[in-house]
């Protein structure tokens, strides 16, 4: 599996650009014999709409800001 982030300057956002170089990179890797995921944050709304304009969709969640430190110990029970 590849994952596929992408990072637009300001300057050239809303130009179609990410869409575009995520679907040719989608193609690239799928090309390779490779599996391309798409790696998002929850809260980053554009880049979750580039995803779907893709065709990318949510497989599973995850939050790595999160911090479980005070569960693992039992400190919150």
Known sequence: MWKIGIEVLPEYRHLGLASYLV???????????CVPTY???SSHIASQRVAYRVGYYPA??????VDFKDYE???NR
């Open 73 to 75: 110990t039992g400190a």
């Open 60 to 65: 599973f969640v995850t939050d790595w800001r």
């Open 39 to 41: 790696d998002v944050i």
């Open 23 to 33: 679907n040719n990179l989608t193609f690239e890797i799928l090309n390779r014999g």
